[in-house]
């Protein structure tokens, strides 16, 4: 259990260890004297697992929330903020207050204000009962009558003195007992006895995984990727037998993931797997935040990741600590659990977590990297090759206004990728694009030879075309071929293979959850890692939108978009919402994306994050997005005050001795006014560092204005 609450499954699964056998004769007999008692278990044995974290972490309230509050143990707060009184204005006029209620008593007491408040005593009880020899009766009811009037000014004061205030704010948190453990919820309502499946039929399923529950061998992870497996059968793509042979016989281990982990070696974020999310940070209490989101959590998850995220701060603010690496992390706990597919991109060595939390590392440049990288994404369409790999050469060089694209570049390869593969059955290899794309004689012959031979007319007719461009002004195919050049170095030389011998990845796998992690070569190819970046950005995009099942979310975490944001970028990462997917980008900042892609990337991006150390024009683009909200201005004017009468004059004059100031009326004007919700300024130098602005949106349309977040928190 972490400090918040939040369950950890790291280490609470062990198999249970047998205790040392006894030997015959020895149980029960009394131990010598002296001798310390025989102990239940090995020296050095870990105890046996219990399962009370896991039951906590499960039946702790989740209730719905605004859009990004981390929801695990969440109390929901007003969306207004009450007004509490100051403490030295309390305090005063409740005692102001007293004073008054006992100025009162004593005047009634002593007679001061008459005999008036004792009529309605003589007027509705009888004289044998007021007037009567008997002391004792005498003094109840008069005396009873007295403390009536007193409790009567006590309310009247009290109330105006709000002394219930006082009592809440100052007295009864002295008194405040601890709150009672939260009983267990009802067989029918604990989601530790699996009610959904008892309600389905399958009691043997729902039995076996309680009693895990028990043990402490089901874990968060376990309990996600089990619920996922049910919802699969629940929308009939497996039958409800299958789902139970396997949980009565695997129990937490049931439905496993490909990789058969059950959780990753270590976390490095606070993750709640009932609701996918993961904390990054604590909303500020700060006047400029709602009063409903102030000092609650800040959580992630993919309702949010769908609509994609930007965040924007220069090095060292912490973008991949504290940003992509929890949200990659999250999203590899959730293709455990089965239900997202996740690629990470990035530098080697930026910190985006260790090899053992991905199935697939392709270290793109090293020779010990054991995967390979598919340059045309898998694909067998030469035209639909054509246009990935077109805008990862070349989409940084289109006209940056959003109506710019890359036909022409497209159309130069698919000629050539076109004929290829129609001829050897495979698109050709760097090395082969690159002669073919510099117009060399030989395989440009080689390749018309095979179409003529094989008969291929209309691939010659696109052959004859490429040929007739090569050498004119204004032919892409030469800026293609620079371009290609870069990926045709040593150091890439056993990489990007076509023939089918090493193990290429293909982001055609996102159909599974699979967790990917790729690292690009900066040190010394900082051109080409920037064209592999495009590369993977076009390839998600094209395979994410073309999957047949879109029951997992997929999310490509780029970890710095720097150069990758191009016109198709723009147009293409909006398409996501609707499959299931979504991208997460960094920048240092917006200068690294062309001027005019700029607006229109931060209106197509849902989650929009400004971290400290922003430039002033970098603010102004977020405070032009975030645009402006109508406030409450209060102006205050003092007006010093004229004395005309003598004694007017020397009352102002000692006041001006004693307190030197002169005396002065003070005016308050209350209008409604319109300001940006952030300013460049406020931007630039007002978020404190470890901090960020962050806007959230999710698939539904929900929003959340600018939040000021602690990201340490």
């Not at 207050?97 to 007491?109: P, R, T």
């Not at 002295?174 to 309502?189: D, L, N, S, T």
């Not at 008892?198 to 399923?205: F, N, S």
């Not at 291929?456 to 195919?477: F, I, K, W």
Request: glycine letters at 10%.
């Amino acid at each position: 259990m972490d400090s918040d609450g939040t369950y950890d499954a790291r280490g609470t699964h062990a198999t249970p260890v047998p205790r040392p056998a006894v030997p015959p004769g020895s149980a029960g007999r009394p131990s010598a004297p002296g001798t310390p008692p025989r102990p239940a278990q090995a020296p050095g044995v870990p105890p046996q697992p219990d399962g009370s974290a896991y039951l906590r972490w499960l039946r702790t309230p989740r209730p719905g929330a605004q859009p990004g509050v981390w929801r695990f143990g969440h109390q929901p707060r007003p969306e207004q903020e009450p007004e509490v009184t100051p403490t030295r204005q309390l305090l005063s006029g409740a005692l102001i207050a007293f004073l008054v209620g006992w100025l009162l008593w004593s005047l009634l007491w002593n007679g001061y204000l008459g005999g008036w408040w004792v009529l309605p005593l003589e007027l509705f009880l009888p004289d044998a009962w007021i007037y009567t020899e008997d002391r004792i009766g005498n003094a109840v009811v008069w005396y009873g009558y007295y403390t009536l009037i007193v409790l009567g000014i006590m309310i009247g004061v009290g109330r105006i003195g709000r002394w219930g205030e006082v009592w809440r704010r100052f007295v009864a948190p002295r008194f405040r007992r601890p709150a009672p453990q939260q009983p267990a919820p009802a067989p029918g309502e604990d989601p530790a006895q699996w009610p959904q499946l008892r309600d389905a039929g399958a009691q043997a399923a729902a039995e076996r995984l309680a009693a895990d529950a028990r043990a402490g061998l089901m874990r968060d992870v376990d309990h996600a990727r089990i619920s996922r497996a049910w919802r699969s059968v629940r929308a009939g793509r497996n039958t409800i037998g299958a789902f139970s042979d396997s949980v009565v016989r695997d129990g937490a281990a049931a439905c496993p993931h490909p990789s058969g982990d059950r959780d990753l070696p270590a976390r490095a974020a606070r993750h709640d797997l009932a609701t996918a999310q993961v904390r990054i940070g604590t909303t500020v209490d700060d006047p400029r935040n709602p009063y409903a989101y102030r000092g609650a959590g800040l959580g992630i998850g993919p309702e949010l990741l769908g609509t994609s995220l930007l965040a924007v701060g220069p090095a060292g603010s912490g973008k991949t600590s504290s940003v992509v690496w929890p949200i990659a992390e999250a999203l590899c706990l959730g293709a455990l659990a089965g239900r997202a597919a996740v690629v990470v991109v990035g530098a080697a060595g930026a910190g985006l977590g260790p090899a053992e939390d991905y199935d697939v590392v392709v270290r793109v440049g090293h020779p010990d990297s054991v995967y390979d990288l598919d340059l045309y994404g898998g694909t067998g369409d030469p035209d639909e090759a054509a246009a990935v790999l077109a805008e990862a050469l070349v989409g940084d060089l289109v006209d940056p206004h959003p109506g710019g694209d890359s036909r022409r570049s497209t159309t130069v390869l698919a000629q050539l990728l076109g004929p290829y593969h129609a001829v050897h059955r495979r698109f050709p290899s760097v090395p082969e694009l690159r002669a073919l794309l510099d117009g060399a004689p030989g395989p440009l012959g080689a390749l018309r030879k095979a179409l003529q031979e094989s008969g291929q007319e209309a691939m010659l007719r696109e052959l004859d075309a490429r040929e007739r461009q090569l050498g004119h002004p204004g032919d892409p195919g030469a800026v293609i071929a620079d371009r290609i050049a870069l990926l045709d170095r040593p150091a890439f030389a056993s990489f990007f293979d076509t023939s089918g011998q090493g193990r290429p990845f293909s982001l055609r796998a996102l159909d599974h959850p699979v967790r990917v992690r790729i690292d690009l070569p900066e040190r010394g190819h900082a051109d080409a890692s920037r064209i592999l970046a495009r590369l993977m950005l076009a390839q998600f995009m094209a395979s994410a939108a073309a999957r047949e099942d879109r029951s997992l979310f997929a999310c490509l975490v780029l970890d710095d978009a720097t150069g990758t944001i191009t016109p198709e970028v723009v147009r293409r990462v909006q398409r996501l919402r609707s499959a299931n997917a979504g991208v997460v980008l960094t920048l240092r900042t917006l200068d690294d994306a062309p001027r005019p892609l700029r607006t229109p990337l931060l209106g197509s991006i849902g989650c929009r994050m400004a971290l400290s150390g922003l430039t002033p024009w970098d603010g102004q683009d977020f405070a032009e997005v975030w645009g402006k909200e109508w406030i409450e201005a209060r102006d205050v004017t003092d007006r010093q005050i004229i004395a005309e009468t003598p004694l007017g004059k020397t009352v102002h004059m000692l006041r001006r001795v004693i307190t030197g100031n002169a005396p002065t009326a003070r005016a308050v004007t209350v209008r409604q006014v319109e300001r940006e919700r952030w300013s460049a300024s406020e931007l630039a130098h007002g978020v404190p560092p470890g901090h960020a602005v962050l806007s959230l949106t999710d698939v539904r349309g929900e929003h959340a204005p600018p939040l000021l977040v602690d990201l340490r928190g």
